[in-house]
């Protein structure tokens, strides 16, 4: 089992105020397309922790949110959103989600918070899936690690399989999954997504296909940047 190389958020701990400004833009951005009514599936992590308040500040009528993670639910509810039960709400008419890396044919990876299986069920849900991230997180090719969220039964025998791969410290994710780190090359992210959903015990990897993606909104110094995803809303 190889170490687990650092994800981005381990490497760089302390955001430059210059990238927490993008996300904060970016978010602001995004929370724009939130109308009256809309059931919203709400990312995880520190990009999404800019697009709560500037959700909750449009006040619009009859929002209902659905959470990726038990922090998001709990600073939704604390800055007064609805939250409910994926489960209780149905289709979603958007979701809302940070990112770790985006690659020019819009191939993601999340998961640096460990919430990627929730993510990518929330993201599947939404009429269109929406993405933000400050300029850093656009990359001309995807870099290992992958996270992948995995059965605790048979762990070794799954992390053989995806080997080289490491557990984390911060090991579960909120359904009690083990998280882990696939280091491997990724010179092709669809086959690469192919084999890991294919290997028996992973229950998902953090890599998202373009299909997944409606929109995403890059912030850079020169303000928000849109690019076009390959799902298309009915
Ligand atoms: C959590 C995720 C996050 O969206 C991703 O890690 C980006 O995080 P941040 O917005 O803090 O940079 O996938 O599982």
């Given at each position: 089992m190889a170490p687990s190389r650092a994800t981005p958020r381990q490497r760089h701990?302390?955001?430059?105020?210059?990238?927490?400004?993008?996300?904060r833009a970016a978010a602001r951005a995004a929370a724009e397309m939130i109308e009256d009514g809309m059931r919203v599936g709400l990312g995880t992590g520190s990009t999404v922790a800019h697009l709560l308040p500037a959700i909750a500040e449009r006040d619009c009528r009859g929002l209902l949110?659905?959470?990726?993670?038990?922090?998001?639910?709990?600073?939704?509810?604390?800055?007064?959103?609805?939250?409910?039960?994926l489960d209780d709400v149905g289709e979603l008419d958007i979701a809302i989600d940070g990112a770790d890396q985006i690659d020019p044919d819009g191939w993601l990876i999340k998961g640096g918070?460990?919430?990627?299986?929730?993510?990518?069920?929330?993201a599947a849900s939404a009429r269109r899936f929406v993405v933000i991230a400050s300029a850093s997180k656009a990359v001309p090719r995807l870099q290992p690690p992958v996270p992948v969220e995995l059965l605790r039964f048979g762990l070794e025998h799954t992390l053989r399989a995806l080997e080289p791969a490491a557990r984390r410290d911060a090991p579960l994710s909120p359904d009690g999954g083990v998280i882990?780190?696939?280091?491997?090359?990724?010179?092709?992210?669809?086959?690469?997504?192919?084999?890991?959903?294919?290997?028996?015990g992973v229950v998902e990897h953090g890599l998202f296909a373009p299909e997944l993606v409606s929109?995403?909104?890059?912030?850079?110094?020169?303000?928000v940047q849109r690019?076009?995803?390959?799902?298309?809303?009915?």
């Open positions: 701990p302390a955001l430059s105020q210059e990238e927490a400004e993008q996300k949110c659905v959470a990726t993670s038990p922090a998001t639910e709990q600073a939704a509810l604390a800055l007064g959103l609805a939250v409910a039960a918070g460990g919430a990627h299986t929730r993510e990518k069920i929330v882990a780190d696939h280091d491997g090359p990724i010179s092709d992210p669809r086959a690469l997504s192919q084999r890991l959903s294919s290997t028996p929109v995403i909104l890059i912030a850079g110094p020169g303000g690019r076009a995803g390959a799902k298309r809303a009915d």
